[in-house]
Each structure stands twice: as structure tokens, then as C-alpha cells.
């Protein structure tokens, strides 16, 4: 089978079968290609065992800033001998010529006897044509030089003295081809190109994942003959709390589990039919003084039940399967199992089919569409449903039972100061928790965070 | 929900000839979750509704019928006495008039027990009791009092040594120093009068609502209790009293009856209740055709007396069963005593047609149209905070919608536009490969009598080239091409955009929004580190009208 190369690939090849041991650099120089080209072809080439890539480490030295200034003007010491060569000087002369190189400049001519002092001069007493240090200055220029092409004992003096030589490790790459490789034989003529490589990732644009969980929720309520009703997340008491039979001295309303929001007071809740019968029926039951202030306070709604509760008062159906979808609000701390603000469904029944083992049967027929086949129900408690059951999931990555959906018939004492005559059977619960299930997450609060590595990444459930 | 943390091995002990398996199997059907579990100790989560279950002792009760080991109401076996009277003095009427009581002879009491009446109290006080507002128990030492006692009221210098505390100190700094007391001092008003109940000797017993006296404490040498419960109402002060009186009786005390005069007040009748129920309801309602035999019987497994009458069935519930209402809740029980794993679901398709709402579809097809322009849809809370509606972007603050007391905050007010949200999202991504567009659609709020809920839609896209044209040809062309609707730009200003990049949303002669190029202030705000543009517009006006 002949082999598909890429255009950088294969240059590469061609250069190598000329010139058979070469640095990257090289390679950039007689292939024209750009040093990230060389990168990526070699590392090709190199998984597919078609080039051996050497890395050798070498020493290298270059001039300091006071190698360079030694470069340009001689060293502190050559300086100082030039400026004596035409007759002795005074120590304060010198020391103005030389400026801040005077000291090591005295110091080491002093030491190797170059100079004498008599009474208060200077004088020259020997004048080396080559000084050491400067045979290896003039060597290094302004290259980086292999410590090898360096005589040593040369060198080891600049070294000792501050910014004259900076030493470096670099690491060469030496390129040669495998033997098999130089068997190849490199065609342009079939215009193949390398369809195994790997390619860039591209993101794909899309609808956000809980929103598909919340789509996919919708149309299953559909499809079992439920049709969705929308409402206000703003809700006067009277409809989130009222309505439903939970009393207004009830520790459920008050504010750390409830949002009111500050100062604001519904002028018209209900009709005053609504207003009397349900006020009566929590006047008898719960003994309290009502206070239709109380039912005036706006909340941010905590759950969609308002929604369909007011529904059903408003239209009285003697037949209906409807529902409610959207976001819902507890004042909780957030934390990797609670959001202050998440979704939630809640659909009815009215009519004939409503019984409890109705319900129990369209539930197991949801879970089956959403994938959930080990189910069992337990029974529970729910202030306006009676009786009350919630489901229980089997999840098999956790490896437990996990409660999800909630279900139960309204009680006669929501229904009826609201006309409505028929029973109502109402399930439904959070949809962050199936959510969390399909995606396999351990922490809710990844949903609204808009991490793009996520949301770009998140394979879409169907 | 309430927790209450219990031993297999009581259970066990107070329930019968049972396994832990069989208890551990049947709590759920009796609606108590098991919340974790550790070897012998169990923790179980009950309903508010049944403050019963909060001990082992009510536990057991519902076990027993569950299991059939004993089933059918229990009964409150109470000797009559008149060795035990409270005399309620005129003055309570208009603080906390109602006060009842009851005698719990030779019982055993050890640490456990004390901490289960503890919890027993504290799940009362906080459901029927509506945080001690409505009524509120004291459980006292009886022989530690003399009879009879008096409930009167006295004022805020009325001095004695209150539970826990080893000095005399008066009602005052008990209100104002002790935690109880801070707690619930606001129940008594601006009274100078306080409620007080005294013994023959005027010793206090208790201060109601809010600390009994330390003399009476309940500790593992008490045999002979007494309880009494005060409050707003009788019929609940009643209620809550026969929990304890069902209770005590189950953990082996010896109940005598405590006599009550003055005012409306009386000796505590722990009156059953009857309701009739048509076996018909029950059928109807779970969708089975049980024989009246076996509603009866599954009526007894719940604890509760019945018998035929005619074509009804006659139920007796005792008193401490106040959270049934109404034969809907008798339907609740039958479906208990028969097992709800009893219980199999069946499916009949509907007779209905379902239909999504009209608002979601065409939100669904802005999604969709978005997505084809390669905008990634986000999806932010409509409560946030100030720092990411006002603070970073420049906006001024309009009415501010907030909410009050919220435990989060970065929650703790309503958007009134979505589009700071999305550039706070770009802040927290700004790692991340470019170009980001971002869009949402979601609730907007304003004050207007209350509130006006809109929904509002939202795009942005950053990257360096990102320019004003690159903005407007996206928007024209969703509305264009996905609604058939025509839009005009006319310039405009505003805090977030940059001046002279910035137009108004015109559609029909209306102005539905904003878009432009984002202020370079704003993005050095959020350290955003290339050019912005975006729009955001409000699609109730115009959007849903046009289906």
C-alpha cells in the first residue's frame, strides 16, 4: 500500500534524501517552510517511524554587557596600558580617563606587574601584546560559540569577572530519515492527500443542553395529549400560596424560603368569588384570621402549580390534560445540589382517566420516553395533594434510588372554593435533576455557569 | 422535611416479632424516607403533617398496622383524677388565652427518650404550633409542682430561674438576654403583662411561650410528668396535646386527667372524629375496585377505626390525627393500608390532543434560526445582582425590582434586560477560543402595576474584527428571514454602547431595542480583551403578535 504524505511531509523527505543529517533550521531554509511547518512535520514523520529526531544539549557562551563594551573599546586593563604607553601619569588623571573601569584596571596591572608606581605616577613596566581574556572576546564577537571551539584556560578568567560571558544550554535537534523512509519514493501525481491526519476542532453553534432536556420534556408532555399553558414567574400570594391551601401563618411562606419582592403589593389578585370561598375554606380549616393584604404580596412564584391552579379556575374543565413549564424560585444557599432560580414542569389531569393508577401509569410512560425504566412509587406529602405520591428512579451511575417527579390529587379544599367540580390530578417536578441524570453531572450550578469549554463540548443528548 | 434519627433495634423492640429488614422495607410505605442509615442507627425524614412520626414511638404505631402485627385507632386510656387543676385567670384573654394539660405517671425516661420528646416539642412548636404563635408546650416534672396551679399573667419584673440558668432573673432580661427569649419575646407584644403559670406555692412553672422554670426540668430520675400546652386558640392548643398524649401512652406512661376552669377554658376531651366515606370515592379516585371489607381493613392497617353504615363506611379517627381533613385524606389511608406497591400503574392513551403554547414555538424557531447563524444559545437567571445589571456596565439604575432577604448575593434582584448577563459570561470566558456569540431569549421585568413580565431577546459576539455591520446584518437577518420582519436602525445613545456606534431597533415605527458596538469602558470593565457588539430587543411587543 503507497503511503499519502502532506505537502510538508513530503519536502521534508526531499530535503533529507539530499542532505541526509539536518537542524530544523535547515530544513526551514531549504524547504521554505514556516518554522511551525518544520515542527509539525517532523513530529509526522516522526510517529510514523520515518525520521529519527537526535536532541543533543550543548554548552554555548556569549559576551555579557562588559564583554561587549571589552569588544568595542579593549578591556578595562588594555585601556589602561594604552593611555600609559606615551609617558607616566598622575593616579587622578588616570582615573578620569578611565572613570568607573579604574579599579579593576589598577588592580590587575598592579597584580601582573604591567606597571609601577614612582613618587605620585604611574608608569608602564611591561606592555603584553595579548593580554588574557582578549584572544577569546574576539573569538565569541557577537555570536553564541560553542564552549568547545573555546580555549578553556582563556576563557576561565572572564568568567570570574561580573557580566563578561553569559553561559547558555541549548538544545540542537539533529534530523535524519529511517532507513525505510529513504526507500520512499515521493509522487506528486496522484493528488492524494492524507485523509488519516488529525485536524483541527471546530465548535459547533447550538441550543443550550439544559434547554434540550427542557424541549425534549415539553414534546414528551405533548405527545400524551398534554397542551402547555404560560405564566407570569411574578405571582401574588394568592395564587402561589393561597389558592393552594397552605395557610398564611404557614412557616412554608415565610421569607427564608420564599423571594417577596420588596414592597410590592398585587391591587387585583382574583375575582370576588375567588377571593370569599377561598378565604372561607382557610378560615374553617386552618382556624386563623385571614388577611387579604397577606394574599396581595407579591413572590417570585415557587413552583408553576399557580399557573395551572388559576387555569383551572378560570376555565373550569370538565376534560383537560394541560401544563405548565418554567422557571420557579426557592431562597436557598446555592450550592452543587440547589439554585435559587431552576425549571420546573407540572402538568394536570381532569376527567374520567383521573385516578391514581392512571397517573401512576402516564408517569412510568414518561420516564420510559426519557429513558428510565426502573421505577417504583412511594407515598409522600404535598400540602394541596391528597393523595400524594413521588417517584423513585433507579440511576445506575450513582448506583441508588434518587427521588424525581411528585404527583397527587388535589385536595376538595383547593378545588372547590374554586369551582372546580371534577378531580384534578397534577404530577410533575425539577427539570435540572434529569437534566443532571442525562448530562452526568454531580453539580447543578454547571447549567448556568455559560462555561463555552462546556457548552462547546457537551455531547447533545437525543 | 423534618429528620428524626432512630435505632433498628427500638424499633424492633416497640414494634413486635419484625426483622430490620421488614422495617427497614416498609418505612417508605408508610411515607418516611430513610435519609441515611449507619449500622444500627437509622435517620428518617417525615412529613410536617405527621408530627407523630417524629418519635419511635409514633413510628412504631404506623409500623404495627403496616405489618399487621396490631392494627385498628389507638385508643387513649385516661384515668380521671381530681387531684389536678389549673385555674386560668381573666387577665391571659387578651395574651394567650387557652391553656390545657395532661398527667404521664411511671414511665421510664433515659437520655434518648428526653432527646426524642425534645424533637417531638421542637417539630410541634414549629408546624401546627406555627413557630409557638398558635400554641406552645411546656413538659414539666410533676413532682416538682404542687397543685393546683393558676395561669395568670404578671409583669415584665416577675423574677425566677429559668431552665438551664442556676440565678433569679426577670422576664425582662430573659427576653432580652436568653436566646429563647429574643426568639420569641415579639409573640408577647408591647404587653406590660406576660403570660405566667404558678403553683400552689407561687413558684413558677413556666413562662409560656417561651421558658419553663428550672425547678421542673425533665431529667432520667423524672417518673410522673406534666404537660401542659398553652396558646391563641383552643382547638389547636387541643390538637397538639393529644400528639403528646398518643405519644406518652405509647412510650408506657400511665395518662390522668388535668381539670381546667376559667375563662372558655376546659378539660381536654381528645374527641374522636367521624367522617363517612362512599367506598365509591375510593375506587374511583386510585382506579380499583376494592370490596368495603378490604377498605375497612386497609383503613385499620392506617390506624383508624371503621365500620359499615349502609353503603358508607363510617370512620373514627382519633385526635391526634388532625391532618385529616375530609374523605379525600380517608382515600389517602385506604391507598396506605392496601400498600401502594400494591398499587399497578396502567396506561390508557389520551383522549386529548396536546399541543405546545404558541410563545414557545416561535421561541424554538429563534433558536433555531440563531443557530444557524453560529450563535451558541446561553442561559443566565433572571435574579441577579446589582454588580452585573448597574455596577459594570454603566447602566443607571432604573426601579429597581429586589427581592427581600435572599441568601444569595449575587440574587437579589430582577433583570430588567438580559444583555449584561452575556457580557458578563464573555468576562468568564475570556480563556476561551475566539469568536464567542453568545445569545438568549428569557423574562424581563419592570414595576407596572405590579409588574410587567417581558420577554426579551439577546445577541453578542465578540472577536477583533467585530464591527456595528456584523451585528445589524445578524438581527435583520433572524427577524428577516425567520419572521418575515423588517427592521430599521436610527441612531442613538446609550451607556452600554459606544457613542456614534450605538442605533435603536425600529420595527413598525417602534422602537423595540438597542444595538451596537460595546462601550470600550464597558469591556475594560470586564477585562474583556477584544471589540464587542451585540443587541438586545423585547419580542412581546412586536414578536408574538404577528403568528
Known amino acids: ?462 | 422535611m423534618p429528620v428524626v434519627e432512630l435505632s433498628y433495634s427500638n424499633l424492633q423492640k416497640l414494634v413486635g416479632k419484625v426483622t430490620k429488614k421488614q422495617i427497614s422495607d416498609s418505612l417508605p410505605f408508610l411515607g418516611l424516607d430513610i435519609e441515611s442509615e449507619d449500622k444500627d442507627l437509622v435517620r428518617i425524614e417525615y412529613s410536617p403533617n405527621r408530627p407523630d412520626y417524629s418519635t419511635s414511638f409514633g413510628i412504631a404505631l404506623g409500623l404495627q398496622g403496616l405489618l399487621e402485627i396490631k392494627s385498628g385507632a389507638i385508643k387513649l386510656n385516661i384515668k380521671k383524677s381530681h387531684k389536678y387543676k389549673i385555674s386560668v385567670k381573666p387577665s391571659v384573654s387578651k395574651i394567650r388565652p387557652f391553656v390545657t394539660g395532661i398527667i404521664a405517671k411511671n414511665g421510664k425516661i433515659d437520655d434518648k427518650i428526653i432527646k426524642q420528646f425534645m424533637t417531638m416539642q421542637e417539630d410541634l412548636h414549629f408546624g401546627i404550633g406555627r413557630k409557638r404563635k398558635k400554641s406552645s408546650i411546656g413538659m414539666h416534672d410533676l413532682d416538682k409542682i404542687t397543685f393546683p396551679l393558676v395561669y395568670t399573667t404578671t409583669n415584665r419584673n416577675h423574677k425566677f430561674v429559668p431552665l438551664n440558668s442556676d440565678s433569679e432573673i426577670s422576664v425582662s432580661e430573659i427576653l432580652n438576654t436568653i436566646n429563647v427569649g429574643k426568639e420569641y419575646g415579639s409573640l408577647l407584644g408591647n404587653s406590660s403583662q406576660i403570660p405566667i403559670i404558678l403553683d400552689a406555692n407561687q413558684k413558677t412553672v413556666s413562662f409560656p411561650p417561651i421558658i419553663n422554670a428550672n425547678v421542673t426540668t425533665v431529667t432520667t430520675k423524672t417518673k410522673n410528668l406534666f404537660v401542659e400546652v398553652t396558646g391563641i386558640n383552643k382547638e389547636d392548643a387541643e390538637d397538639m396535646l393529644s400528639v403528646i398524649a398518643t405519644i406518652l401512652q405509647s412510650a408506657g406512661f400511665t395518662l390522668e386527667n388535668v381539670q381546667i376552669f376559667g375563662l372558655k377554658n376546659s378539660s381536654p376531651k381528645f374527641k374522636e372524629k367521624k367522617i363517612s366515606i362512599d367506598p365509591n370515592l375510593a375506587n374511583q379516585t386510585l382506579g380499583l375496585e376494592l370490596s368495603m371489607s378490604k377498605i375497612i381493613s386497609s383503613l385499620k392497617k392506617s390506624r383508624l377505626n371503621a365500620v359499615t353504615k349502609g353503603k358508607n363506611i363510617i370512620c373514627t379517627i382519633p385526635a391526634y390525627r388532625f391532618d385529616i381533613f375530609g374523605p379525600m385524606d380517608l382515600v389517602e389511608e385506604i391507598a396506605l393500608g392496601y400498600g401502594i406497591q400494591n398499587l399497578e400503574p396502567i396506561f390508557s392513551p389520551s383522549q386529548t390532543i396536546g399541543q405546545t403554547n404558541s410563545v414557545s414555538n416561535k421561541l424554538k424557531s429563534l433558536d433555531q434560526i440563531m443557530i444557524g447563524l453560529g450563535y451558541l444559545e446561553a442561559l443566565n437567571s433572571s435574579l441577579t445582582s446589582k454588580r452585573v445589571l448597574y455596577d459594570v456596565t454603566g447602566r443607571g439604575p432604573s426601579k429597581i425590582l429586589s427581592v427581600l432577604d435572599s441568601k444569595s448575593q449575587e440574587h437579589t434582584i430582577l433583570r430588567n434586560s438580559i444583555l449584561p448577563g452575556l457580557l458578563e459570561n464573555l468576562s468568564r470566558n475570556i480563556h476561551e477560543s475566539y469568536p464567542q456569540k453568545l445569545f438568549e431569549t428569557g423574562n424581563v421585568f419592570s414595576l407596572n402595576d405590579p409588574i410587567s413580565e417581558k420577554i426579551n431577546f439577546s445577541g453578542i459576539s465578540t472577536h477583533k474584527d467585530a464591527n456595528f455591520t456584523e451585528i445589524k446584518s445578524i438581527l435583520q437577518s433572524a427577524l428577516k428571514i425567520g419572521f418575515g420582519i423588517d427592521l430599521e436602525t436610527k441612531t442613538f445613545s446609550d451607556p452600554l454602547f459606544e457613542e456614534g456606534r450605538c442605533a435603536t431597533v425600529v420595527v413598525d415605527g417602534k422602537h423595540v431595542g438597542v444595538i451596537g458596538e460595546l462601550s470600550s469602558k464597558v469591556i475594560e470593565n470586564y477585562k474583556i480583551q477584544s471589540k464587542v457588539v451585540g443587541f438586545e430587543i423585547s419580542l412581546s411587543d412586536f414578536f408574538f403578535k404577528s403568528f
Not at chain 1, 536532541?55 to 554587557?65: A, F, H, I, M, N
Not at chain 1, 604611574?122 to 557577537?142: A, D, M, V
Not at chain 1, 453553534?205 to 395529549?225: M, S
Open chain 1, 1 to 462: 500500500m503507497s503511503q499519502v504524505f502532506h505537502d510538508i511531509e513530503k519536502k521534508i523527505i526531499s530535503s533529507l534524501k539530499n542532505n541526509p543529517k539536518q537542524t530544523p533550521a535547515s530544513l526551514e531554509e531549504s524547504t521554505n517552510l514556516s518554522s511551525d511547518q518544520i515542527r509539525r512535520g517532523i513530529e509526522w514523520l516522526k510517529h510514523k517511524e520515518l525520521a529519527i529526531v537526535d536532541e543533543s544539549k550543548t554548552s554555548v557562551v556569549s559576551l555579557g554587557k562588559n564583554g561587549i563594551e571589552s569588544l568595542q573599546k579593549g578591556l578595562p586593563e588594555r585601556r589602561l596600558l594604552n593611555f600609559l604607553k606615551d609617558g607616566p601619569k598622575k593616579l587622578s588623571e588616570i582615573q578620569k580617563d578611565l572613570g568607573y573601569i579604574f579599579g579593576p584596571a589598577m588592580g590587575l596591572a598592579r597584580k601582573n606587574n604591567w606597571i609601577k608606581s614612582s613618587s605620585e605616577k604611574i608608569s608602564l613596566q611591561n606592555f603584553p601584546s595579548e593580554l588574557p581574556g582578549e584572544k577569546t572576546i574576539k573569538k565569541i564577537g557577537n555570536e553564541k560559540i560553542s564552549i568547545n571551539e573555546i580555549d578553556k584556560n582563556d576563557l576561565l578568567g572572564l568568567l570570574k569577572r561580573p557580566d563578561f560571558i553569559i553561559e547558555d544550554v541549548i538544545t540542537t535537534k539533529e534530523i535524519t530519515l529511517t532507513d525505510s523512509a529513504k526507500l520512499l519514493e515521493i509522487s506528486n501525481a496522484s493528488g492524494a492527500i492524507d485523509v488519516e491526519a488529525k485536524v483541527p476542532q471546530v465548535f459547533v453553534a447550538r441550543t443550550h443542553p439544559l434547554k434540550d432536556t427542557i424541549d425534549e420534556i415539553r414534546e414528551i408532555f405533548v405527545t400524551l395529549g398534554f397542551s402547555e399553558i404560560i405564566g407570569n414567574m411574578t405571582q401574588s400570594s394568592f395564587w402561589n400560596f393561597d389558592a393552594l391551601f397552605t395557610p398564611q401563618d404557614h412557616p412554608a411562606r415565610e421569607l427564608q424560603d420564599t423571594f417577596y419582592l420588596d414592597g410590592i403589593s398585587a391591587k387585583k389578585i382574583a375575582n370576588s368569588e375567588q377571593i370569599k370561598k377561598v378565604s372561607e375554606s382557610h378560615k374553617k380549616n386552618w382556624r386563623y384570621h385571614w388577611d387579604v393584604n397577606e394574599a396581595r404580596k407579591m413572590v417570585l412564584r415557587t413552583h408553576t402549580t399557580c399557573v395551572t391552579i388559576k387555569h383551572l379556575a378560570d376555565n373550569k374543565p370538565d376534560e383537560a390534560r394541560v401544563f405548565s413549564l418554567g422557571r420557579v424560585f426557592r431562597n436557598e444557599k446555592v450550592s452543587y445540589k440547589h439554585l435559587v432560580e431552576f425549571n420546573q414542569i407540572e402538568g394536570v389531569v381532569v376527567g374520567k382517566d383521573a385516578t391514581l393508577r392512571n397517573l401512576m401509569g402516564i408517569q412510568r410512560e414518561f420516564y420510559k420516553r426519557i429513558g428510565i425504566t426502573k421505577i417504583k412509587f412511594w407515598p409522600t406529602f404535598f400540602p394541596y395533594t391528597e393523595p400524594s405520591l413521588q417517584t423513585m428512579v433507579y440511576n445506575e451511575r450513582l448506583g441508588k434510588w434518587i427521588e424525581l417527579f411528585g404527583m397527587g390529587i388535589f385536595r376538595p379544599e383547593v378545588t372547590k372554593p374554586l369551582g372546580i367540580s371534577k378531580p384534578v390530578l397534577a404530577w410533575g417536578g425539577g427539570i435540572e435533576r434529569i437534566a443532571m441524570l442525562k448530562y452526568e453531572l454531580d453539580d447543578v450550578r454547571e447549567f448556568y455557569n455559560n462555561n463555552l469549554n462546556w457548552l462547546r463540548s457537551t455531547t447533545k443528548c437525543q
